[in-house]
Nanobody, 132 residues
């Protein structure tokens, strides 16, 4: 059974930085596409970033492009999200995610489709609050 555990959420001032981490267990991590989503109350969970199984390609939501960086460590079985230039609009619960089947091109559309089809493993979420 796949298990995802996020950490690193915190309160940070506007313009600040934060690093989220997610550990993966239960199946061979190196085979999995990994991603991050975020959600605010009363809104649908939205795609943030994703990375291919070998870390060779990354995808980002337009709202975070140039500020966030996703990375995958197939030795440590972990995926991270480095966030810089944080804005109050980035306040949300951030979820680590892994599609249950492989995706050749895990862009925002493909990841969103998997999420809406309930074909995603999820972590429990970690709160990020950007406020002065």
């Amino acid at each position: 059974q796949v298990q995802l555990v996020e950490s690193g959420g915190d309160l940070v001032q506007p313009g600040g930085s934060l690093r989220l981490s997610c550990t993966f267990s239960g199946q061979p991590f190196s085979l999995f596409v990994m991603g991050w989503f975020r959600q605010v109350p009363e809104k649908e969970r939205e795609f943030v970033a994703s990375i291919t199984w070998n870390g060779g390609k990354t995808f980002y939501a337009d709202s975070v492009k140039g500020r966030f960086t996703i990375s995958k460590d197939n030795i440590k079985n972990s995926v991270s999200l480095e966030m810089t230039g944080l804005d109050p609009e980035d306040t949300a619960v951030y979820f680590c995610a892994a599609p249950v089947k492989g995706l050749r091109s895990p862009d925002a559309q493909a990841m969103g489709t998997m999420a809406r089809a309930n074909a995603m493993y999820w972590g429990q979420g970690t709160q990020v609050t950007v406020s002065s």
